[in-house]
């Protein structure tokens, strides 16, 4: 799991250009620029980085941070 | 049929009511308002019931396609198929006579152009039906299996013929349980009152203030163009967050809590707020069900990876937004009305978001807070209006367009615009404060105070006699408006 919060932390960086550090209880209110736009970007982004593929149904239903990392390690899983 | 008119507030809406409460089961109910909603639409809309009945008997065949599917290949096809078929509809009843004269203008060809009038309402009703589909696809939702169900959500009355966009989902179990009682019927009435309140005595008179100041017969003046543009925004804002309102409230009777579309737009700083707050539901539409596939179509995957491949990481981030960015606005644009007006109004906007993101935003942080927030409200007034002027002029659009800037008008000002505007100075400076959550704020701190100084329950029944006192008060203050007004038309009722 850390491992996965160091490459997210990683792609936030590049999305949101500046140092920002996520943890389980991080939402889109906690940083200024993640509106419904940046979300999607920021998806795609980590989708590269972890190579793989959301359904639309996780996309628009994560709610914080610890949601979305739990999806990543679930399909890792798999 | 139109909600603020006697008719419906009189005899449709009472005797609905009346039957929709009579009977308690759920079944009676669910067909007392499927048909009454039929016999709303067709009161205007003879024929094309049968279209949106047909729309309603093929979407609902795909929902259960999609849901029946094997394969992800099959349920992609299914869904691919629905909304194909829902677009060509769109196509052929809302956009072939322009395709044509768009076509002859391009290419100096003679088509004959097909003569089809826009079924009432087809914007709405086809989107929301897609809607249904792709949601049964993404798996939001389980195919509804009752036909008669489906029909009630595409063809039920009160968010038919315009906004606000109601998703299947939002739906889904109060077409099987709703909870109703007094309260949701007075808190309706209520919200219907207001919503009327705000066509009859605000829309309406707006847009004859407009009118006039358009149609000066001393020619146009510049400051004619900005205040008449002026009133016609305001006209647009009450008459559609009005009807919004009302569907709301209508909704709420029969025990349908419907999204809300409105959230004071123009207290907005910006443009990027604004599209936020104005139309919520078809701005939350284009987001998820256009926005986000482009974006994560392959297309715009392939050319986020080769652009990073090649070193360019800032194109590689922005690129797939601003394209998918366009698409969205091109079509929203487009969505309004098939004219091209309509279009550059869609580009116009979708071009200030953009610029707002990427931009100008970052320019306002460097500022001080003060000016930023000076020169940002300030653009957003003369942003939105040109963008009203846009949307208004569907003939003869860019020689209205240069008025504002004082090209082809008679002066900066003349008598005649002066005199309208000194006429209608009451009006807008009401208007303007209506606009704003002044009241709702005003409300809410004397609810407040009542809650202690009453107890809960006597604040309650306050609440109850002060909804009441003002449900009479709107009606009756309506009525007598309506009587003596020819002018009642809505403006979304032709998109």
Known sequence: MNEIYERLNQVFADVFDEDVTVNASTTADDIEDWDSLTHITLISAIEEEFGMKFSMKEVVGMNNVGELAEIVAARRKR | MVFSSPFFVYIFLPLLLLLYYVGKSS???????????????????????????????????????VGAGKTPAARKAAVAGGVILNLAMLGVFKYAGFAVESINAVLGLSIPVPAIVLPLGISFYTFQAMTYVIDVYRENCAPQKSFPRLLLFITFFPQLVAGPIV??????????????????????????????????????????????????????????????????ALQVYFDFSGYSDMAIGLGHMFGFTFPENFDHPYISKNVTEYWR????????????????????????????????????????????????????????????GASWNYVLWGVYYGAWLILEKFILDKAYKRLPDMLSTIIQRVSFVFITL????????????????????????????????????????????????????????????????????????????????FK????????????????????????????
Not at chain 2, 30 to 50: M, T
Not at chain 2, 294 to 318: D, E, F, I, P, Q
């Open chain 2, 468 to 495: 009441t006192v003002v449900i009479i008060a709107l009606f009756a203050l309506c009525t007598v408006r309506l009587a003596g007004d020819s002018y009642n038309p809505f403006i979304y009722f032709k998109f």
């Open chain 2, 277 to 336: 707050r104005w139309h919520m539901t078809l701005g939350g539409w284009f987001r998820d069900y256009l926005f986000y596939p482009v974006m994560r179509s392959k297309l715009v995957t392939k050319l986020t990876r080769s652009l990073k491949k090649s070193g360019h990481k800032t194109a590689a981030k922005n690129l797939p937004t601003i394209i998918a960015l366009t698409v969205v606005w091109f079509s929203t644009g487009l969505w309004h």
């Open chain 2, 27 to 65: 079944t009676w109910r669910r067909g007392i308002l499927l048909v009454f909603s039929l016999f709303f639409y067709a009161w205007g809309e003879p024929v094309y019931l049968f279209l949106m009945l047909f729309s309603a008997l093929i979407n609902y065949i795909f929902g259960l396609l």
């Open chain 2, 386 to 465: 040109f963008g009203y002027a846009i949307f208004y002029n569907e003939k003869n659009l860019f020689t209205k367009l240069g008025h504002y800037f004082g090209i082809g008008t008679t002066g900066f000002t003349n008598v005649y615009s002066e005199s309208m505007i000194y006429e209608n100075g009451l009006l807008l400076i009401v208007s303007l404060i209506a606009c704003t959550p002044i009241a709702a704020f005003i409300m809410g701190k004397i609810r407040a105070k009542l809650n202690v100084s009453l107890g809960e329950e006597k604040a309650y029944t306050v609440d109850r006699v």
């Open chain 2, 167 to 232: 998703r299947y989902t939002d739906i889904e179990d109060q077409l099987e349980y709703r909870r109703v009682s007094a309260k949701e019927i007075n808190d309706g009435l209520y919200r219907f009152a207001i919503g009327m309140g705000k066509k009859v005595v605000f829309a309406n008179t707006c847009a004859l203030a407009a009118e006039n100041l358009f149609a000066s017969t001393a020619g146009p003046t510049v400051l004619s163009s900005w205040a008449g543009v002026l009133f016609y």
